[in-house]
């Protein structure tokens, strides 16, 4: 049992207890033994995806006035909001994993080349696993655009190790940071875990975000289980309807291992409805296949939760790469 964190020193609070993160009081237990990880390979269902699947990347403006989001692929997304471009998650890498030869590689090309970008002027890192955070993409952006990057508590230390001089500011739930003029990012609370490694569970803060600009609210989620779903009635008692909610709708099976820690296509439909959200994307699937479901499964049953609830189909829209959706 480590000593102390190795990311982050900081007070005692009900969701940090010296040395680990905790996800909020009442909500369910995200951490498995390696009892559990061999059960679910042990019992793992045949579900192949593609090898490929064809993306055609597109060019975006260099800026936009209104809300516009770009899929890159995954939980990759470039917001334009108010002349302003945001990167949520930047990963361009083809595998999600410390090591070039092993793990989940993607199937779909990047939407957006990154030689492609438009100027970015902030980063929203909501955690620290590799299909979120990737250092290889954070030292390219760095070093083209040298974007803010916004993140929870802990995980400045994991980029500055590699970055030194990136511009990062951090925060706890419930903090606003100012990341341009007229513009805050707001971190909330999240249902995940954390770990870059063996020894670092938990030892640098995740969360989603509600961002503040031109005149409108769009909150990107992060990777983020349903739990109670008083995180999710929370965020609409604080800042009311957003916009746009971008929310994960992919690697949810099996579910007694999953659901602790990656909501499902119903779920991700009721924390659309717990905010209040106007319009909703759905993210996090279909590129890297990192747990059992098939490939269009979540987008499937996004369609068929709709309609089962009488809910506008455009309401809730799954982005593919290269897909680009308007909002006001």
Known sequence: MPASNIYYQGPLSDHFDGIRFLNPAGEPETDRSLGDVLRWRRTAPDTPWPSAVEV??????????????????????????????????????DRASPLAFAGPRRVTSP???????????????????????????????????????????????????????????TGDWGDAIDFAPGAKAHIVPALHWSSRGLRDRRMALWGGFMVEAAGKLVYFAGDTGYGTGNIFRGIHARFGAPDLAILPIGAYDPRWFMAAQHCDPEEAIQIMLDTGAKAAVGMHWGTFKLTDETRTDPTERLSAGLMARGIDPGRFVALHPADVADFG
Do not use: F
């Open 56 to 93: 055609v990347p597109v060019v975006p403006d260099v800026r936009v006035d209104g809300l516009r989001v770009t899929m890159v692929g995954h939980a990759t997304l470039l917001i334009q909001l108010g002349g302003l471009n945001i990167l949520t998650d930047p990963v361009w890498s």
């Open 111 to 169: 939407g957006i080349e990154l030689d492609a970008l438009p100027p970015i002027d902030a980063i929203l890192l909501s955690h620290n696993h590799y299909d979120h955070l990737d250092m290889a993409a954070l030292r390219m952006l760095h070093a083209r655009h040298d974007p803010l990057i916004v993140t929870p508590l802990g995980n400045d230390a994991i980029v500055h190790r590699h970055l030194p001089k990136a511009r990062i500011q």
